[in-house]
């Protein structure tokens, strides 16, 4: 049975993601692969703290990265994926990866 192309821009799944603030969209776009930056409010919380991987293009053809988001000085690390939407970012939890015995993406 053919399975008809994704619409440019479609996340499989449905929902586009959670929009993020412009400022933290632009660090999204422009960062470096593992720069760091500390939230003072956003989709994870104040204080939570965010490193990117390097930017990739997605089979939605969309540019987006992998995200380590640390929750606080003690938090769990959690996995999350941003891609650019349209005018801006949006941000999406990992549902699938390859993991070290570390918990690290590889």
Request: charge should be positive.
């Amino acid at each position: 049975m053919p399975v008809a192309p994704l619409a440019s821009g479609t996340i499989v799944g449905g929902s586009q993601g959670t929009a993020v603030d412009p400022s933290l969209g632009g660090f999204f776009a422009s960062a470096p692969a593992g720069a760091v930056t500390t939230l003072a409010s956003g989709p994870w919380g104040a204080g939570a703290e965010v490193t990117v991987g390097p930017s990739y293009g997605a089979a939605s053809q969309r540019v987006c990265r992998h995200l380590e988001v640390r929750r606080g000085a003690m938090g769990a690390l959690q996995h999350a994926v941003a891609c650019e939407a349209g005018a801006g970012w949006v941000t999406r939890r990992l549902v699938t990866g390859v993991y070290n015995g570390e918990g690290a993406l590889k």
